[in-house]
């Protein structure tokens, strides 16, 4: 049995934390013994909880990667707890514990942004390469995009796993429930798209509402729904009713079950410039065969594949959104093809059960494979 402890610092469920949570639900429970570290009072632990994994919580933990206090907490416990692998997400307290104990490590990079020349360049490149390589025995990147984020920072290439995340799949709806929820969102007939992700200027949204006054003007009936909060939600209020595009965009706030929304969209629309790894939400989109137009940054590239299950366009580009959905919305032998191969990638890349065997992979690596199995 190979023992891991999963350290994170979130408070909230966020992407790491719905990462954490999809490995909790699929582990081999006869290989691994699992438990999971956070901070007192997290969101995610009743959630941990309901994976039926033992959750420890501690109190300098919370939002902050370097905690000198939580290094000796995390110290103590490991030494406890004697896990063969500590796996990070957003703690070096956690990696500089586990190190002090000698315990196998692995941290996972879940995010992909332009690292600052800080890190990237000269001394600051050095020294970030030198803490991360000392710090982590391997490191799962989320996307190709992190890995190089990564390796432009000074870490070493062969410490670097690239393991795409991975989502349950899910229920499709019979028509009747369709119809229901689309009745729900006011869209009888429309076409919709669907755009779900924080309410931040480097998510693009100010270009899915450009699209949306493009394809007005070109006389298409439609319906585009924005779900999520966040720092930008005003402007983006003033935006829409600026350009009198009430009846086509629709602003949901906080959508904590999107299963609906991915039901009823036709497409799904991904705008991000400036922070994008692997979209859990592009994974459970094409899992129900919708295709999505997004842009060529970060792991969106990852995901889509430009004419096969979606189109990829340059970012900052309203037009090319216009265009390539008013294609989609037209062409019906397109959509179907697209769909199908949505599905087709989706079930051999992206299912939690392909994400977290990659992971088991990792761990058994670190660990030596102590349980001698060699499935």
Do not use: W
């Not at 420890?56 to 370097?66: C, G, I, T, W």
């Not at 998510?203 to 899915?208: A, E, L, N």
């Not at 006389?219 to 935006?239: Q, V």
Request: charged letters at 30%.
């Amino acid at each position: 049995m190979i023992k891991v402890v999963e350290v994170s610092s979130d408070s909230n469920i966020g992407g790491a934390g719905k990462c954490i949570l999809t490995f909790l639900k699929n582990f081999d429970r006869e290989k691994f013994e699992v438990c999971v570290v956070l901070p007192r009072g997290s969101l995610l632990k009743p959630e941990v909880e309901n994976c039926k994994v033992k959750v420890f919580e501690l109190d300098n933990l919370a939002e902050k990667s370097l905690d000198f206090k939580a290094v000796s907490e995390l110290r103590r416990l490991f030494k406890r707890l004697k896990p063969d692998v500590v796996h990070t997400h957003a703690s070096m307290s956690a990696r500089l514990a586990a190190k002090q104990c000698k315990i196998k490590t692995v941290y996972t990079r879940h995010s992909v942004f332009p690292p600052p020349a800080s890190i990237s360049k000269g001394i600051g490149k050095m020294i970030n390469g030198f803490v991360n390589n000392h710090t982590a025995d391997r490191i799962i990147a989320v996307a190709e995009a992190a890995k190089d984020n990564l390796t432009a920072t000074g870490v070493c290439a062969d410490k670097i796993d690239v393991i795409l995340n991975g989502v349950d799949a899910l229920k499709p709806y019979d028509a009747q429930h369709l119809a229901e929820t689309r009745k729900k969102y006011a869209a009888a007939d429309e076409k919709i798209a669907v755009m779900a992700a924080r309410l931040n200027v480097v998510k693009g949204h100010r270009y899915f509402i450009e699209a949306a006054k493009l394809l007005r003007d070109r006389g298409h009936k439609f319906k585009f729904l924005i779900a999520g909060t966040g720092d930008t939600e005003a402007e983006l209020k003033s935006r829409i009713a600026a350009e009198g595009l009430e009846e086509y965009v629709a602003m949901l706030g906080f959508v904590e079950d999107v299963e609906p929304l991915m039901n009823i969209m036709d497409v799904q629309v991904n705008c991000s410039f400036g922070t994008e790894a692997t979209s859990l939400a592009l994974l459970e989109g094409m899992s129900l065969g919708k295709p999505a137009v997004v842009t060529d940054f970060g792991g969106n590239p990852g995901v889509i594949s430009d004419g096969e299950n979606g189109f990829l366009i340059p970012t900052h580009d309203a037009e090319g959104l216009a265009d390539r959905l008013e294609l989609l919305f037209g062409d019906e032998t397109l959509y179907n093809e697209m769909s199908e191969k949505c599905k087709k990638i989706y079930n051999e890349r992206f299912t939690s059960e392909v994400n977290t065997r990659a992971i088991e992979k990792v761990y058994a690596e670190l660990a030596g494979d102590k349980t001698g199995r060699n499935d």
